[in-house]
């Protein structure tokens, strides 16, 4: 979906301009957003990735000050200062003024962006800008290429296209079946939202078989595909009896492969000697779920809404050991052995640990990556399937709260003014 950020300090005008804007079909009113002058068109710049920029070329430098001639131009300055980090692909420079149009020429051809006279008395203009926004908007579909950007917020990867799959599907506020040329892989598109305000675009693949080959393959798929900010993996697992209850909610800190190491002969039998190359989740990842786990009321509206059989206990937000299996464990002595690999050890699954494998090898910009499941189980002789569906839906409702926290939250800026604008 394509965001836009039309900077203009002309009321009239900006209206006219979205109107433009929201009269094709591709476009969501809500990815188009509005800046008046240039200190708070750089804050945005710096806080969202924008597709197109719509820039009128004589703007105030703040809101408190007269427009500047070529006060657009500097804004263009400072993306040649600062590289391409805060730079939207394409810019349509857009005035009114006849010498401001001729000034501010040579800059635009310089680098194949489009210079627009405005005029309200004819729809040259109107043509030209809604012409490129299509352009544009073609271009933003999926698979896109590994170009360093990022274009969704949240990439989920489920085990299989069953309980977990409703989980997720039931935690997003509109999605739909997203085909993608010559992919046969089933993939899903929709968004999550707390207001008007805060929403992310999410990309969903579901693996066609469980374990860790069929999830490394589907979770790298999506990477080059859909470019997520963050690629997380919701679901159910087993717990460790005694340091978790049925509906827990576990964020894999570190995870592990339990088949990793050595099998060796000691005279009386075959023996397993484990080696875990660990993976771990970001700081910031973990600053999140921290204040999270410190939230007392964080999950309580989703479980709200459920309506079916759940646990006795509230679910309860742990970071800790999660190990990744190519079996389902049923069995006592088998949780005990896995036990023994992590004196922490908390909850035990089949695919996490792949996922993030995934992550840890994708192109740059890689995304940073969340192993979130619910205990359904303990992985015993009492090991039964009535909350998979809860645990499922929790896990879900887990993600949906922390990737809202975790992508919206705003890393400190230095002041803006001190900056070159």
Not at 22 to 38: F, G, H, K, Q
Not at 80 to 108: L, N, Q, S, Y
Not at 143 to 157: A, E, K, T
Not at 281 to 299: Q, V, Y
Request: charged fraction near 25%.
């Amino acid at each position: 979906m394509i965001r836009i950020l039309i900077v203009d300090d002309n009321s009239e005008k900006v209206r006219v301009i979205s109107e433009v804007a929201m009269s094709i079909d591709s476009v969501d009113p809500r990815n188009v957003e509005i800046a008046t002058d240039l200190l708070s068109a750089k804050k945005k710049l710096k806080d969202h990735r924008f597709d197109l920029l719509i820039l009128d070329i004589n703007i105030p430098k703040r809101a408190d000050k007269e427009p500047l001639n070529q006060g657009g131009i500097e804004l263009l300055g400072w993306f040649k200062r600062h590289g391409r980090e805060f730079a939207p692909r394409h810019i349509v420079g857009i005035t009114a003024f006849e010498d401001a149009h001729r000034d501010a020429e040579p800059e635009f051809e310089n680098y194949v962006w489009t210079l627009v006279r405005y005029s309200s008395q004819n729809d040259n203009w109107r043509r030209k800008l809604s012409n490129t926004i299509e352009f544009i908007t073609k271009s933003l579909r999926p698979p896109f290429p590994s170009d360093g950007s990022q274009r969704f917020d949240l990439g989920i990867v489920v085990a299989l296209d069953g309980v977990e799959l409703e989980g997720v599907l039931r935690s997003l506020n509109a999605y739909t079946e997203y085909p993608v040329p010559f992919d046969e892989t089933r993939y899903w598109t929709g968004e999550i939202a707390d207001g008007p305000d805060k929403k992310l675009s999410v990309s969903i693949a579901a693996a066609p078989q469980k374990g860790m080959a069929a999830s490394a393959i589907i979770a790298t798929k999506l990477i080059y595909t859909f470019r997520p900010r963050l690629l997380a993996m919701p679901g159910i697992c087993a717990g460790v009896r005694g340091k978790c209850d049925i509906g827990d909610i576990i964020v894999a800190d570190p995870c592990w492969d339990a088949a990793s190491g050595k099998i060796r002969n000691t005279g009386d039998g075959d023996f397993h000697t484990p080696a875990a190359y660990q993976w771990r989740i970001s700081e910031s990842l973990r600053s999140t779920i921290k204040n999270a786990i410190r939230d007392g009321s964080w999950l309580s509206n989703a479980l709200d809404a459920w309506e079916e059989s759940r646990p006795e206990t509230e679910p309860k937000l742990h970071i800790g050991a999660m190990i990744s299996g190519g079996s389902v464990v049923s069995s006592s002595a088998a949780m005990e052995q896995l036990q023994s690999q992590h004196k922490d050890l908390l909850g035990v699954e089949m695919e996490g640990y792949a996922v993030m494998c995934a992550k840890e090898y994708a192109p740059l910009p890689a995304p940073d990556v969340l192993i979130i499941k619910s205990v359904c189980d303990f992985g015993d002789s009492t090991k039964a399937d009535n909350f998979q569906a809860f645990a499922a839906y929790v896990s879900a409702q887990a993600l949906r709260n922390l990737a809202l926290d975790y992508l919206h939250s705003e890393p400190a800026d230095a002041d803006l003014e001190n900056e070159g604008i």
